[in-house]
């Protein structure tokens, strides 16, 4: 999908550096005026407590330390980019005082968790599924495997999920359908604490997997009967190789690039795509912490997850660009 | 006039079998003949939802008891309110459908609109619209709607009536439609450019056609089959989008999408309390409607593009 074909002028390492860097600057200047747009002078809303009291020269003053009274471009968006480029996001409305940083870094490692384990299971399931399936085209497997591709494919992972919770929490009771551990379960050892988390662990990741394990074998299928058609592979097998050679010398490696691209850019959709999963089993990670943003109105917090998503696809999509070009050397 | 009377038969002969072939040829397809038939359906059940199953039941007039399951007297159960599950999904039909295929329609004019620009300008037309085209393709438009709905959702208020729709609605059409379109801009451009090198454009511009006209008559009619095979990803793309956004919270719960009546049961803990018809049902709904899209437009781009296999 993106990568390929640049145009004149080639592909150059400069040139998609020069682009990341411009759209993560958007997403910095739109996260801006977005939350500019809002009703309400912030400075009112921050002496909003003390209402009856405050004079015009207070909320004045007030409005000049916080640099309200500049312009709004360049002024502000110039201070905002630059504290922002600082690693600074402000501070959360709901959790009082607590830095917006700080909480993102304190909820990451769970959504890091689930989301990494679901990708490194629908990689290997996906692609080896996929890679067969575009070999063996038109067999019993290919049906059945792009069929059911299909299916998950369309279907929202959130939904799996609780289709999920319903049969093996409630219904059979094998495992748990909430949160991200039972309090008590690691009291007594270490092992008991860590097959209690893996336990909770099961559903929502396979919730996320089943649905990249859809989007692994459509585009892994296509790849491989794109080659499977190819010049080479007829020369292959004029040359008298067998199916097996064909398979690991010629078609696998040619096949693989596209699912690299997309493995590459689905990392820096790992974190978006569990959002919704960890709002049905109450992961605490990133996902539950927009929900709460959106509920609250926290909207220093959803700028900050915003910020995060934004800057997690663009460098996946800078380092798919990158990779296309090393693996492609047509693109060179 | 009586010479030009068989030349416009003979065209419209061609015509007419030009189109039956288009139609043998796409509804050969099994999947495009079930996603048809699978959306004649839904689009019967948003069309009329009054006359299939009464007006809306809401928690003030809802008879059933809660959380019943299926029974003769409510095919699909009731929720945690008494509300019949069967009234709510067909009338979440209607939400559902009118948001996907609304948006979907922005997000194509908007898309053909750049692109085609893009393509036939070329030059810092070209490469001023190709950058902006470049971010709403990399950030996608579910994590663009995320942040940009609750904040318009604060400006404009939800209260009100448009057209018998909820303010709330327009937002995420807007929202959506607004945010979706890269993908087509980009396919609409591509296809743009070896357009216009050919014959009949060259010629509409010496003739002296203004280029707003080349672009009407004689670029978009070439784009029609493209548009259209990617259009129906799109849908299923905004129904996607529309789902999880409502399944967030985003929804109007007054006029229930099936994302909103997802959301609904995910806090009334159906999945806990074991109550798989009432989240069951529009989810099914949304993975079949948004299944029948995807059907579709590999059968269209099959059907228009036979060098190019069905995606999957």
């Known amino acids: 999908m993106s990568g390929g074909v640049r145009g004149p002028g080639g592909h150059h390492v400069g040139q998609v550096v020069f682009r990341a860097v411009i759209t993560l600057l958007m997403v910095g200047v739109l996260n801006f005026l977005l939350f500019r747009v809002i009703p309400g002078d912030p400075a009112a809303m921050l002496l909003a407590g003390a209402r009856s009291s405050v004079t015009t020269e207070q909320m004045q003053a007030q409005r000049q330390s916080w640099g309200l009274d500049k312009p709004l471009v360049p002024d502000q968006l110039v201070s905002y980019l630059s504290t922002t480029l600082q690693g600074d996001f402000g501070y959360s409305f709901k959790f009082r005082g607590k830095r917006v ?88 050892s270490f092992l008991a604490g860590l097959i209690d988390r893996l336990r909770h662990l099961i559903l929502p990741v396979l919730s996320v997997a089943l649905g990249l394990i859809g989007q692994y074998v459509v585009v892994a299928r296509a790849a491989m009967s794109d080659v499977v058609t190819e010049d080479y592979m007829v020369t292959a097998r004029a040359k008298g190789l067998t199916n097996g050679q064909m398979l690991r010398r010629h078609a696998f490696r040619n096949a693989l690039l596209p699912v690299v691209t997309l493995i590459t850019l689905n990392l820096g959709y790992v974190v978006a795509g569990a959002i919704t999963v960890e709002a049905v089993f109450a992961w605490p990670g990133i996902g539950s912490l927009t929900v709460e943003a959106l509920n609250a109105r926290d909207y220093p917090v959803l700028q900050g997850i915003f910020l995060l998503l934004g800057a997690s696809i663009v460098f996946a999509n800078l380092i798919a660009d990158l990779i296309y070009g090393l693996l492609d050397p047509r693109v060179r | 006039m009586t010479e030009t009377l068989p030349a416009t038969d003979n065209r419209r002969r061609i015509r007419v079998r030009a189109i039956k072939s288009f139609l043998s040829q796409f509804l050969g397809h099994g999947g495009a003949r079930l996603g048809v038939f699978a959306l004649i359906l839904f689009m019967a059940m948003a069309a009329m939802p009054n006359l299939l199953v009464g007006p809306l039941q809401t928690a003030m007039n809802a008879t059933g008891d809660f959380l019943v399951s299926p029974s003769q007297v409510n095919l699909l159960g009731t929720d945690e309110a008494g509300r019949d599950v069967l009234n709510l999904i067909v009338h979440g039909a209607r939400t559902s459908l009118v948001i996907a295929l609304v948006s979907t329609l922005i997000s194509l004019v908007v898309g053909t609109a750049v692109g085609m620009a893009a393509g036939y300008y070329g030059r810092w037309v070209d490469s001023w619209l190709m950058r902006m085209t470049d971010f709403f393709f990399v950030i996608p438009s579910f994590v663009l709607a995320l942040v940009i709905t609750p904040v318009v959702l604060e400006t404009i208020g939800r209260s009100g009536n448009i057209l018998g729709f909820r303010p709330s609605l327009f937002v995420i059409i807007l929202v959506i439609g607004l945010t979706s379109w890269a993908f087509v801009a980009r396919i609409v451009r591509s296809q743009t450019l070896t357009l216009r090198e050919r014959q009949f454009v060259e010629r509409a511009r010496v003739l002296g056609t203004s280029n707003l006209k080349v672009m009407l008559r004689h670029l978009l009619p070439n784009l029609v089959p493209q548009i259209a095979a990617n259009g129906a990803l799109v849908v299923a793309n905004a129904i996607y989008t529309e789902t999880a956004l409502s399944f967030l919270g985003l929804g109007d719960p007054l006029q229930p999408s099936w994302g909103t009546l997802l959301a609904l049961a995910q806090r009334a803990g159906a999945a806990s309390s074991g109550a798989w018809w009432y989240l069951g049902a529009p989810g099914l709904c949304v993975v079949i409607v948004s299944l029948s899209f995807v059907l579709i437009g590999n059968a269209l781009d099959d059907t228009f593009n036979p060098r190019r296999r069905a995606i999957p």
Do not use: C, H, K
């Open chain 1, 101 to 188: 940083g700080e909480l993102i870094i304190e909820r990451l490692p769970e959504t890091l968790a689930l989301a990494g384990l679901a990708q490194i299971i629908a990689i290997i399931f996906g692609i080896f599924l996929g890679i067969y399936a575009g070999w063996r085209r038109g067999g019993v497997i290919d049906n059945l495997t792009t069929g059911t591709s299909l299916a998950l494919y369309s279907t929202p992972p959130f939904w799996l999920g609780m289709l999920l919770v319903v049969g093996f929490s409630t219904m059979l009771g094998w495992l748990p359908g909430y949160g991200s551990y039972s309090p008590g379960a690691g009291d007594g």
